[in-house]
């Protein structure tokens, strides 16, 4: 069965510094991969997901992820951090194939950003 | 609105009555995803439902819980004899089919509080 592990719970950095999540995962396939925000009392928004092809790949809002398959691993990163990017992150394998993709997540880290 | 729009936004119940929570997903999206988001066990898959197959119930906690969905579109996942362990947020997505490349598109979940 499909893990994904988020070691970090809490993040704070500063407005303007560099972010990165950490985010491992474990599938016995190909995985599909995936980053999602959640902003209080809000759904899930997606910022960005990896199938195949360029293991580096360039979400919303400034985003972006890179695939490792020799680590197991699909760390996202911001070069600048704002203040609206306070919020809870999210990183998600999808089952794929017959199975529809329905997926599993990590448990989450919180972003906090100081001004 | 063209977004997930799930109902309602908050409820509180008694500890043994019987909830239903509405999903209405993206107009034209085939496959519909409830997840469950609690403090303890974090983001989880509930059931899973594409087109006109049989229903994918795998994460179902308990034969307290059943979700339908009715002429493909709108979805309620209910609740029988609520206990406290069944507070949480109840969010659902929708995507344009279940292949794995197609994003899941979340509402902003329902609140569930059992008293």
């Known amino acids: 069965a499909q893990s994904v592990t988020q070691p970090d719970i809490h993040i704070t950095v500063s407005e303007g510094a560099s972010l990165e999540l950490r985010c491992n995962y474990s599938?016995?396939?190909?995985?599909?991969l995936f980053w999602y925000v959640q902003s209080p009392g809000q759904g899930l928004q997606l910022l960005l997901k990896?199938?195949?092809?360029?293991?580096l790949v360039q979400g919303i809002k400034g985003f972006e992820a890179e695939f490792k398959r020799s680590q197991s691993s699909f760390n996202l990163r911001k070069p600048s951090v704002h203040w609206s990017d306070a919020a809870e992150y999210f990183c998600?394998?999808?089952?794929?194939?017959?199975?529809?993709?329905?997926?599993?997540f990590g448990g989450g880290t919180r972003v906090l950003v100081k001004p | 609105g063209a977004g997930v729009s799930q109902s309602p936004s908050n409820k509180v119940t008694e500890k043994g009555k019987d909830v239903e929570l509405r999903c209405d997903p993206i107009?034209?999206?085939?496959?519909l995803y409830w997840y469950r988001q609690s403090l303890g066990q974090g983001l989880e898959f509930l059931i899973y439902?594409?087109?006109?197959?049989?229903?994918?119930k795998s994460g179902l906690p308990s034969d307290r819980f059943s979700a339908e969905r009715t002429g493909g579109s709108v979805s309620t996942l209910t609740i029988q004899r609520t206990q406290q362990e069944d507070s949480a947020v109840y969010l659902c997505?929708?995507?344009?089919?279940?292949?794995?490349?197609?994003?899941?598109?979340f509402g902003d979940g329902t609140r569930l509080s059992i008293l």
């Open positions: 997505a929708s995507s344009l089919t279940g292949n794995s490349n197609q994003p899941q598109h």
């Open positions: 599938y016995g396939a190909t995985p599909y």
């Open positions: 990896y199938f195949s092809g360029d293991t």
């Open positions: 998600a394998v999808g089952a794929g194939g017959a199975a529809g993709n329905k997926l599993t």
């Open positions: 107009s034209g999206h085939t496959a």
């Open positions: 439902f594409q087109g006109n197959s049989a229903p994918d």
